[in-house]
């Protein structure tokens, strides 16, 4: 889905073999992800609410990463990057689709929100025209 991100590679020097230093963050507005209920353990009733909860998916992200460059400077560059990066989002209707299941008045549930980190690794290489 669309989004916006914004990030900084620090690259101390330009030689063969480089050492970077980079930061990112961004938010992606919301996205159709309900085919990510096909691999989740929840019997055919269940998967249909997933599925309708994760029709508007949407999350914020910031990462850190280190990596090496090697390369010819403003020629061809190809970098490896690895780090970590924390998520935020919350799921929207998944409060009210657990009420349904649950069908007891007397019961209230927020949708669920999920934080967390996890490693994340960057692979590409930069061509340089002119």
């Not at 090697?70 to 490896?80: D, S």
């Not at 935020?88 to 549930?109: C, F, K, M, Y």
């Not at 929100?113 to 025209?129: A, D, E, Q, T």
């Amino acid at each position: 889905g669309p989004g916006v991100r914004a990030g900084v590679t620090l690259i101390p020097f330009n030689f063969v073999i480089t050492p970077t230093l980079g930061v990112e963050a961004g938010y992606f507005f919301g996205a159709d992800a309900s085919y990510l209920s096909q691999w989740l353990p929840v019997d055919q009733a269940q998967g249909s609410e997933m599925q309708e909860v994760l029709k508007n998916l949407q999350y914020t992200f910031a990462s850190a990463h280190l990596g090496l460059e090697v390369g010819t400077p403003n020629a061809f560059v190809f970098y490896l990057r690895v780090g970590l990066s924390y998520i935020d989002t919350t799921l929207h209707g998944s409060g009210a689709a657990v009420e349904e299941q649950v069908n007891d008045p007397n019961l209230t549930v927020e949708d669920f929100k999920l934080r967390g980190s996890i490693p994340s690794v960057k692979l590409g290489f930069l061509l340089y025209f002119g």
